[in-house]
T-cell receptor
Framework: DTGVSQDPRHKITKRGQNVTFRCDPI?????LYWYRQTLGQGPEFLTY????????KSRLLSDRFSAERPKGSFSTLEIQRTEQGDSAMYLC????????????FGPGTRLTVT | AQSVTQLGSHVSVSEGALVLLRCNYS??????LFWYVQYPNQGLQLLLK??????LVKGINGFEAEFKKSETSFHLTKPSAHMSDAAEYFC????????????FGSGTRLLVRP
């Protein structure tokens, strides 16, 4: 069990560029969550998957954001036409639905939009 | 709708002193409750969880929390603070809808004075 991993750890981009983040959950976990954390705040829910199905999206997830989990394993979060307000830490978590309700978090991807 | 309130954005204690971090929740159904710790530029680590078993929950690193339904509280305590406890602490609630997404408080930064 290597834990949840995220790549990259840091991303600096210019406004208007597209960025993509990757999350690899704990291998047997069937649920995967994305959260966003801005400075001085707690994480806020963005979306989640059960296996490959995206089951819920927050109102925070504008149409510039898209997430996928194509084979029920890793997930990607893409932000198109980035804005300065997108600067935040993007956290991924996974859990084993049906067995426990604990979510295990990755180290996060810190996005800075200049 | 569920919500979490953490009283005190900063708490300062002396090394060896009692740690008390406050968390109050709002939920229309019996919730699941969690405490997470976050060190600088890292993801969240689960300290402990309440999922309707024992109301006094013991976690890692000597932390414990007590679920008090009448007070809608889930305060985190540790008898004796250590310098390594200095971090940001987040209380989170999960309802029992199908998503089990986490709703976080705004966090409490614990400072430990030598």
């Amino acid at each position: 069990d290597t834990g949840v991993s995220q790549d990259p750890r840091h991303k600096i981009t210019k406004r208007g560029q597209n960025v993509t983040f990757r999350c690899d959950p704990i291998s047997e976990h069937n649920r995967l969550y994305w959260y966003r954390q801005t400075l001085g705040q707690g994480p806020e829910f963005l979306t989640y998957f059960q296996n490959e199905a995206q089951l819920e999206k927050s109102r925070l997830l504008s149409d510039r954001f898209s997430a996928e989990r194509p084979k029920g394993s890793f997930s990607t979060l893409e932000i198109q036409r980035t804005e300065q307000g997108d600067s935040a830490m993007y956290l991924c978590a996974s859990s084993l639905w049906g067995t426990s309700y604990e979510q295990y978090f990755g180290p996060g991807t810190r996005l800075t939009v200049t | 709708a569920q919500s979490v309130t953490q009283l005190g954005s900063h708490v300062s204690v002396s090394e060896g002193a009692l740690v008390l971090l406050r968390c109050n929740y709002s939920s229309s159904v019996p919730p699941y409750l969690f405490w997470y710790v976050q060190y600088p530029n890292q993801g969240l680590q689960l300290l402990l969880k309440y999922t309707s078993a024992a109301t006094l929950v013991k976690g890692i690193n000597g932390f414990e929390a007590e679920f008090k339904k009448s007070e809608t509280s889930f305060h985190l305590t540790k008898p004796s603070a250590h310098m390594s406890d200095a971090a940001e602490y987040f209380c989170a609630v999960s309802g029992r809808d199908s998503s089990y997404k986490l709703i976080f408080g705004s966090g409490t930064r614990l400072l430990v004075r030598p």
